[in-house]
């Protein structure tokens, strides 16, 4: 590995599918169904192996519909979520049948409806409900409380359900929920578990029967010690839902992993390429990745834990910031960490990179995007 050129994301197949076992495993206990949500890591092997442990698709967008529909998961598996649908969008699930639209609006109701008459179809479609739920964890990937953007207000549900008369070309078939990612207090999916009650208990009261309930994604992952916890709480997580939620006969229900599935799996290497000492006495060690390949210690202030996977272990110890090339002063990848003294050529390991690493690179500063190795493919 030490002859390849770096930066690149290394994954780790023995650990994705050790990861999608056990997901699938704890899932099928309840017979819960899970659909995997693309925008964490839409590499295509990744997708090959999600699908050949039979999960389906959670897609925000046509070119995610596509990736999953190309690496051979079923229409019917792929539920199609995002605040704004393009009307392009919106026609292809409806071309390719898909299991369901997460319906963020009652204005969207009427374009789906509108769209799907067109073209002579029906569509699916599962109400996005804004919870209002406090889901503890950062404000940028917190979705589920009354001030974000998505969903559609408590307060608007019932003016959806009368407008449904008026939209011949929908079927409402379910209700879909989504507060937040990185979620690692299980009480936030408890509490969720009790909004949903509450919501079908209204439901019920006025006659709308519903065939499934989505309760999206969100849970997190131990990025201080993943070599502690390599595979989420899957069996904890499956289980909160199992003893709060109350299903209505025949009802599934459906989730939308992205992170715990895959985050655990990629590390993105780089190597050292200039050590600093600031005047003032930090000691900066200048990577080849920067906040292009990684984005989410800049933009989220992530921790990400960094191993030397050059220096030996007993080398003295230093306390360093890490930093990449980028022209952004927010292109730290870690600050006071202690790390084996660092040199010129040394490859670096940042844990913890698959879920929202690839995916979310840039070539911002005309970089270009960077390989993606599988360990069973190194050298
Ligand atoms: N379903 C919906 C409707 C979502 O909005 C999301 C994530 C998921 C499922 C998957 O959530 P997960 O299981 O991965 O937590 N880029 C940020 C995370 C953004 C999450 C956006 N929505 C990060 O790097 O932390």
């Not at 295509?44 to 192996?49: D, E, K, S, T, Y």
């Amino acid at each position: 590995m030490n002859s390849l050129p770096t930066p690149f994301y290394l994954y780790d197949v023995d650990l994705l599918r050790a990861t999608l076992d056990e997901a699938t495993s704890q899932a099928a206990r309840y017979g819960y169904q899970v659909h995997y949500a693309l925008k964490a890591n839409f590499n295509r092997r990744i997708l090959a192996l999600v699908n050949e442990y039979g999960l389906g698709a959670d897609c925000v967008s046509g070119g995610e519909v596509q990736a999953a529909l190309d690496a051979g998961i079923p229409a019917s598996k792929i539920v199609f979520a995002g605040v704004a649908k393009s009307d392009e969008e919106i026609a292809l699930g409806l071309r390719r049948d898909i299991f369901s639209f997460n319906c963020e609006s009652l204005q969207e109701m009427e374009v789906i409806n509108d769209i799907a008459g067109q073209t002579g179809r029906k569509a699916r479609i599962a109400l996005r409900i804004n919870p209002d739920v406090d889901p503890h964890t950062h404000k940028y990937i917190s979705t589920g409380k009354a001030e974000n953007k998505f969903g559609i207000p408590y307060a608007e549900v019932d003016k959806a359900l009368g407008m449904i008369g008026n939209l011949s070309n929908l079927e409402i078939t379910g209700l879909h929920f989504h507060v937040g990612s990185q979620i690692r207090y299980m009480k936030v999916f408890a509490d969720l578990c009790l909004r949903v009650n509450e919501l079908q208990e209204w439901f019920a009261s006025r006659g709308l029967q519903l065939s499934h309930i989505n309760v999206g994604g969100g849970l997190g992952i131990n990025y201080d010690d993943p070599a502690a916890e390599p595979i989420p709480d899957f069996k904890g997580y499956f289980a909160a839902f199992a003893s709060h939620l109350k299903l209505r006969p025949g009802q599934t229900l459906h989730f939308e992993p992205g992170r715990s599935i895959v985050g655990q799996c990629g590390r993105l290497i780089t190597r050292v390429l200039y050590n600093k000492v600031t005047p003032g006495g930090k000691h900066i060690a200048l990577v080849d990745a920067g906040m292009t390949e990684l984005i989410r210690p800049a933009l989220y202030q992530a921790r990400h834990r960094i191993e030397n996977l050059t220096a030996s272990p007993d080398a003295p110890q230093q306390t360093y910031t890490v930093g990449g090339p980028i022209c952004e002063s927010s292109d730290i990848f870690a600050s006071d960490i202690t790390l084996p003294v660092t040199r010129r050529g040394d490859m670096l390991a940042i844990m913890s990179a698959g879920a929202y690493g690839r995916a979310m690179s840039s070539n911002y500063n005309l970089r270009n995007f960077v390989p993606e190795i599988f360990t069973d493919e190194l050298p």
